[in-house]
Protein backbone atom coordinates (compact mmCIF):
# COMPACT_ATOMS: atom_id res chain seq x y z
CA UNK A 1 0.00 0.00 0.00
CA UNK A 2 0.54 3.34 -0.86
CA UNK A 3 0.50 5.80 2.43
CA UNK A 4 0.41 9.45 1.29
CA UNK A 5 2.24 11.85 2.81
CA UNK A 6 5.88 12.25 3.95
CA UNK A 7 5.62 13.22 7.26
CA UNK A 8 7.43 9.98 8.42
CA UNK A 9 10.76 10.74 6.59
CA UNK A 10 13.46 12.99 8.69
CA UNK A 11 15.52 15.07 6.83
CA UNK A 12 18.79 14.67 7.52
CA UNK A 13 20.63 18.02 9.68
CA UNK A 14 22.60 19.59 7.04
CA UNK A 15 26.24 19.34 7.68
CA UNK A 16 28.78 22.45 7.99
CA UNK A 17 32.18 21.96 6.50
CA UNK A 18 34.55 23.07 9.29
CA UNK A 19 37.76 25.23 7.90
CA UNK A 20 40.79 23.37 7.45
CA UNK A 21 43.66 25.83 9.20
CA UNK A 22 45.86 26.82 7.40
CA UNK A 23 49.27 26.14 8.66
CA UNK A 24 51.37 28.97 10.61
CA UNK A 25 53.62 30.84 8.71
CA UNK A 26 56.35 32.45 11.02
CA UNK A 27 57.20 36.08 9.97
CA UNK A 28 60.59 36.08 8.69
CA UNK A 29 63.14 37.27 10.83
CA UNK A 30 65.04 40.30 10.18
CA UNK A 31 68.22 40.10 7.84
CA UNK A 32 71.49 40.86 10.42
CA UNK A 33 73.64 43.56 8.99
CA UNK A 34 75.86 42.26 6.46
CA UNK A 35 79.79 42.73 7.78
CA UNK A 36 81.83 43.97 5.55
CA UNK A 37 85.09 42.66 7.62
CA UNK A 38 86.81 39.50 9.08
CA UNK A 39 89.19 38.87 11.70
CA UNK A 40 92.17 37.14 10.43
CA UNK A 41 92.02 34.32 13.14
CA UNK A 42 89.84 33.30 16.15
CA UNK A 43 91.47 34.79 18.62
CA UNK A 44 91.80 38.68 18.17
CA UNK A 45 89.65 40.27 20.60
CA UNK A 46 87.93 43.90 19.87
CA UNK A 47 86.10 45.64 22.09
CA UNK A 48 82.48 46.29 21.28
CA UNK A 49 82.74 50.11 20.58
CA UNK A 50 85.82 49.23 18.87
CA UNK A 51 84.28 46.47 17.01
CA UNK A 52 81.68 49.22 15.96
CA UNK A 53 83.81 51.81 14.58
CA UNK A 54 85.87 48.92 12.67
CA UNK A 55 82.52 48.02 11.43
CA UNK A 56 81.86 51.93 10.24
CA UNK A 57 85.07 52.20 8.61
CA UNK A 58 84.49 48.59 6.86
CA UNK A 59 81.33 50.05 5.40
CA UNK A 60 83.04 52.89 4.19
CA UNK A 61 85.70 51.33 2.43
CA UNK A 62 83.36 48.77 0.59
CA UNK A 63 81.48 51.93 -0.34
CA UNK A 64 83.92 52.67 -2.19
CA UNK A 65 86.03 49.76 -3.38
CA UNK A 66 83.34 46.91 -3.04
CA UNK A 67 86.23 45.20 -0.98
CA UNK A 68 86.06 43.91 2.62
CA UNK A 69 88.45 44.63 5.69
CA UNK A 70 90.73 42.21 7.32
CA UNK A 71 91.71 42.39 10.81
CA UNK A 72 95.06 41.56 11.79
CA UNK A 73 94.91 42.24 15.74
CA UNK A 74 93.11 43.94 18.57
CA UNK A 75 93.07 43.83 22.07
CA UNK A 76 96.44 42.20 23.60
CA UNK A 77 97.54 41.22 26.69
CA UNK A 78 100.85 42.04 27.52
CA UNK A 79 102.31 38.26 26.40
CA UNK A 80 100.56 38.99 22.71
CA UNK A 81 102.45 42.63 23.30
CA UNK A 82 105.91 41.25 23.40
CA UNK A 83 105.46 38.33 20.37
CA UNK A 84 104.44 41.06 18.11
CA UNK A 85 107.53 43.63 19.28
CA UNK A 86 109.77 40.38 19.27
CA UNK A 87 108.58 39.49 15.54
CA UNK A 88 109.65 42.96 14.54
CA UNK A 89 112.73 43.05 16.27
CA UNK A 90 113.51 39.79 14.74
CA UNK A 91 113.03 41.26 11.68
CA UNK A 92 115.16 43.96 11.69
CA UNK A 93 112.50 46.63 13.00
CA UNK A 94 113.80 49.68 14.99
CA UNK A 95 110.41 49.82 16.96
CA UNK A 96 110.92 53.74 15.92
CA UNK A 97 106.93 53.61 16.07
CA UNK A 98 106.40 54.06 19.83
CA UNK A 99 106.33 57.47 21.19
CA UNK A 100 107.68 56.07 24.73
CA UNK A 101 110.71 56.14 23.88
CA UNK A 102 112.33 55.14 27.44
CA UNK A 103 109.44 52.40 27.75
CA UNK A 104 110.04 51.24 24.43
CA UNK A 105 114.20 50.80 24.82
CA UNK A 106 113.32 48.93 28.13
CA UNK A 107 111.35 46.37 26.32
CA UNK A 108 114.08 46.65 23.89
CA UNK A 109 117.09 45.53 26.23
CA UNK A 110 114.84 43.00 27.67
CA UNK A 111 115.10 41.10 23.97
CA UNK A 112 119.11 41.97 23.85
CA UNK A 113 119.80 40.72 27.02
CA UNK A 114 117.77 37.04 26.37
CA UNK A 115 119.61 37.14 22.97
CA UNK A 116 123.10 37.65 23.94
CA UNK A 117 122.20 34.94 26.84
CA UNK A 118 120.83 32.50 23.69
CA UNK A 119 117.40 31.96 25.35
CA UNK A 120 115.31 30.73 22.74
CA UNK A 121 112.18 32.63 21.92
CA UNK A 122 109.54 31.37 24.58
CA UNK A 123 112.04 32.69 27.15
CA UNK A 124 112.89 35.65 25.49
CA UNK A 125 109.26 37.02 24.85
CA UNK A 126 108.60 35.93 28.73
CA UNK A 127 110.81 38.09 29.47
CA UNK A 128 109.91 41.10 27.42
CA UNK A 129 106.39 40.85 28.59
CA UNK A 130 107.73 40.96 32.17
CA UNK A 131 108.78 43.99 31.37
CA UNK A 132 105.79 45.34 29.69
CA UNK A 133 103.86 44.12 32.97
CA UNK A 134 105.91 45.90 35.36
CA UNK A 135 105.22 49.27 33.12
CA UNK A 136 101.35 48.24 33.15
CA UNK A 137 101.84 48.30 37.20
CA UNK A 138 103.67 52.04 37.16
CA UNK A 139 100.60 52.89 34.65
CA UNK A 140 102.99 53.07 31.69
CA UNK A 141 100.82 51.27 28.26
CA UNK A 142 103.54 51.19 25.58
CA UNK A 143 100.83 50.54 22.74
CA UNK A 144 97.04 51.05 22.94
CA UNK A 145 96.78 47.60 22.23
CA UNK A 146 97.19 47.34 25.91
CA UNK A 147 94.21 49.63 26.46
CA UNK A 148 91.67 48.49 23.87
CA UNK A 149 92.58 51.49 22.08
CA UNK A 150 93.95 50.04 18.90
CA UNK A 151 93.65 47.99 16.10
CA UNK A 152 95.63 46.78 12.93
CA UNK A 153 94.91 45.85 9.03
CA UNK A 154 96.08 43.84 6.60
CA UNK A 155 96.74 45.88 3.66
CA UNK A 156 97.29 42.35 1.08
CA UNK A 157 95.71 43.03 -1.87
CA UNK A 158 95.43 47.03 -1.78
CA UNK A 159 96.17 48.77 -4.34
CA UNK A 160 97.15 52.90 -4.13
CA UNK A 161 93.50 53.94 -5.00
CA UNK A 162 92.37 51.31 -2.09
CA UNK A 163 95.21 52.63 0.52
CA UNK A 164 93.63 55.78 -0.08
CA UNK A 165 90.08 54.67 -0.02
CA UNK A 166 90.96 53.33 3.42
CA UNK A 167 92.58 56.11 5.00
CA UNK A 168 89.75 58.51 3.94
CA UNK A 169 87.18 56.12 5.48
CA UNK A 170 89.83 55.79 8.79
CA UNK A 171 89.85 59.52 9.14
CA UNK A 172 86.18 60.31 8.90
CA UNK A 173 85.51 58.00 11.97
CA UNK A 174 85.42 60.33 14.67
CA UNK A 175 87.49 57.98 17.55
CA UNK A 176 90.19 57.55 15.49
CA UNK A 177 93.27 59.86 16.40
CA UNK A 178 96.15 58.32 14.23
CA UNK A 179 96.37 56.12 11.19
CA UNK A 180 99.71 54.91 10.55
CA UNK A 181 101.06 52.92 7.92
CA UNK A 182 103.64 50.00 9.40
CA UNK A 183 106.23 47.64 8.30
CA UNK A 184 107.78 44.50 9.19
CA UNK A 185 104.92 42.98 8.40
CA UNK A 186 103.35 46.08 6.19
CA UNK A 187 99.89 46.82 7.99
CA UNK A 188 97.57 49.40 8.96
CA UNK A 189 97.63 50.58 12.28
CA UNK A 190 95.16 53.10 13.47
CA UNK A 191 94.72 54.21 17.47
CA UNK A 192 91.31 55.10 18.80
CA UNK A 193 90.07 57.13 21.93
CA UNK A 194 87.25 55.56 23.66
CA UNK A 195 86.03 56.64 26.51
CA UNK A 196 85.93 53.31 28.88
CA UNK A 197 89.07 51.80 27.19
CA UNK A 198 89.75 49.16 30.13
CA UNK A 199 93.12 47.86 30.21
CA UNK A 200 92.69 43.99 29.85
CA UNK A 201 94.13 40.50 31.54
CA UNK A 202 95.53 37.86 29.38
CA UNK A 203 94.98 34.60 30.34
CA UNK A 204 98.24 32.26 30.95
Known sequence: ?????????????????????????????????????????????????IEGKV?????????????????????????????????????GDKLDIYRNKVARDEIVKAYNDSKAAGKGEAETV?????????QISSGVYISRHLISGAVDFSQQGMVVTDKVAFETCANSVRAVTRVIEEGDPVHYHLEMEIVDSVAPTESP
Open 55 to 91: GEIANCYFNKTQKTLTVTSGTRGSTSQAQAMFDKLKL
Open 1 to 49: LFISGCAAQQQKPAQTSTPTASPTQAAPSPTAAEKHFTKQTSGITLSSD
Open 126 to 134: AGMAAVIDS
